[in-house]
């Protein structure tokens, strides 16, 4: 199994931005589609962005236009770039890979997940 660690979260007020990364440990990283699903106290985990190997990438529709995923093969992480940041948006963030063909947006169709890292959004 690939090891993913996630970083970046923290506390940021309504309105600012934050990055987050994911480091994979896996030489095949580059060619799996990458993740980042979201998860508050008493909800469901949500799916927020995706990446394919080739770069195309899908969002939500609560993060589109402010949210933006990216990938650096080299570097072996994907990063999530959150602007505009709402209160709603807090919650644990969590990198995952899939070996889907597609667009999986459904967390069991990711095999392998971090630990998640925390987002906290201030009003």
């Known amino acids: 199994q690939v090891q993913l660690v996630e970083s970046g979260g923290g506390l940021v007020q309504a309105g600012g931005s934050l990055r987050l990364s994911c480091a994979a440990s896996?030489?095949?990283?580059?060619?799996?589609?990458m993740g980042w699903f979201r998860q508050a106290p008493g909800k469901e985990r949500e799916f927020v962005a995706a990446?394919?190997?080739?770069?195309?990438?899908t969002y939500a529709d609560s993060v589109k236009g402010r949210f933006t995923i990216s990938r650096d093969s080299t570097m072996n992480t994907v990063n999530l770039q959150m602007s505009s940041l709402k209160p709603e948006d807090t919650a644990v963030y969590y990198c995952?890979?899939?070996?889907?063909?597609?667009?999986?947006?459904?967390?069991?169709?990711?095999?392998?997940w971090g630990q998640g890292t925390q987002v906290t959004v201030s009003s």
């Open positions: 896996g030489r095949t990283f580059s060619s799996y589609l």
């Open positions: 995952a890979r899939s070996q889907r063909v597609g667009v999986p947006s459904a967390p069991d169709e990711y095999d392998s």
């Open positions: 990446i394919s190997w080739s770069g195309g990438t």
